[in-house]
Nanobody
């Protein structure tokens, strides 16, 4: 049984910060690539940031310099630190764990940024 549990949902003002955390259990291990995706109303789910098993990171262009992804392999946890938030960052954020063709998703957590 694989489970990804997200925490850190919130409502913040533009310019504020928020931290999302995702804890993996079951088969999730340090071998998995981890990432955060987001889906705004009426839009497709998009990649926000990923971190590979060896710590390599990748970011959506619009969040570079504002968001930071990190992982704690001992705790099977991935964290997304979001600074200088903008109203366009408002979305449901999903944690994802990937290994080969396998992909597991969290239930999603709402982030709302007010102007």
């Amino acid at each position: 049984q694989v489970q990804l549990v997200e925490s850190g949902r919130g409502l913040v003002q533009a310019g504020g910060s928020l931290e999302l955390s995702c804890a993996g259990s079951g088969r999730i291990s340090s071998a998995y690539a981890m990432g955060w995706y987001r889906q705004a109303p009426g839009k497709q789910r998009d990649l926000v940031a990923t971190i590979s098993s060896n710590g390599g990171t990748n970011y959506k262009d619009s969040v570079k310099g504002r968001f930071s992804i990190s992982r704690d392999n001992a705790k099977n946890t991935v964290i997304l630190r979001m600074n200088s938030l903008k109203p366009e960052d408002t979305a449901v954020y999903y944690c994802c764990a990937r290994w080969g063709v396998l992909a597991y998703w969290g239930q999603g957590t709402q982030v709302t940024v007010s102007s």
